[in-house]
């Protein structure tokens, strides 16, 4: 199994740009959840999604973060524009299911640099 | 709020020594704990999960124990080896379908 894939897995860009970050699920898991991890936060959840459908947004920190997840297989997290402070490792992982007692099995990362 | 504490923030031991890492929460309603290792570059891992009723679970050199009257459980490490540096993050998780609670991590460097 090849586990969760994202992409890139690492991002350099300026600040006011857009920065797209890409994963895809383990297969047959159908809850899909975004990450953002820093040194002095920790692991912040975004947004999580079951069956395709945002579940819980709150994590998100402005208007200028966006998540989609058009099919089972793929999802995005869209930053427009970017600032130096979103830069993070930003993860994806996904589970069999939303509840604690489902393993969340997470992707390599994606580390973002704004400058 | 639900919060959880792990310490200490870092922490540097000799190859073969053991070390015991600690986390308090006041998660509630609890469900269960997980311990994940997250080596450099990569994500967190899962070592071991646990439930209210279980005092004491082990995986190879790794053991792990939860007291749920005091919310406190720990992460022994065995005989230690430079594989087991990494971030040990401690997560605690509701009842119901409901975001898990993260600590900010140990970050383990084991020496020779």
């Known amino acids: 199994d090849a586990g969760v894939i994202q992409s890139p897995r690492h991002e350099v860009t300026e600040m006011g740009q857009e920065v797209t970050l890409r994963c895809k699920p383990i297969s047959g898991h159908n809850s899909l959840f975004w990450y953002r991890q820093t040194m002095m936060r920790g692991l912040e959840l975004l947004i999580y999604?079951?069956?395709?459908?945002?579940?819980?947004d709150s994590g998100m920190p402005e208007d200028r973060f966006s998540a989609k997840m058009p099919n089972a297989s793929f999802s995005t997290l869209k930053i427009q524009p970017s600032e130096p402070r979103d830069s993070a490792v930003y993860f994806c992982a996904s589970s069999l299911g939303t509840r604690g007692s489902y393993e969340q099995y997470f992707g390599p990362g994606t580390r973002l640099t704004v400058t | 709020k639900n919060q959880v504490e792990q310490s200490p923030q870092s922490l540097i031991i000799l190859e073969g020594k053991n070390c015991t890492l600690q986390c308090n929460y006041t998660v509630s309603p609890f469900s269960n704990l997980r311990w994940y290792k997250q080596d450099t570059g990569r994500g967190p891992v899962s070592l071991t999960i646990m439930t209210f009723s279980e005092n004491t679970k082990s995986n190879r050199r790794y053991t792990a124990t939860l007291d749920a009257d005091t919310k406190q459980s720990s992460l022994h490490i065995t005989a230690s080896q430079l594989s087991d540096s990494a971030s040990y993050i401690c997560v605690v998780t509701m009842s119901g379908n409901t975001p898990l609670v993260f600590g900010k991590g140990t970050r383990l460097s084991v020496i020779a």
């Open positions: 999604f079951n069956n395709n459908v945002p579940i819980d």
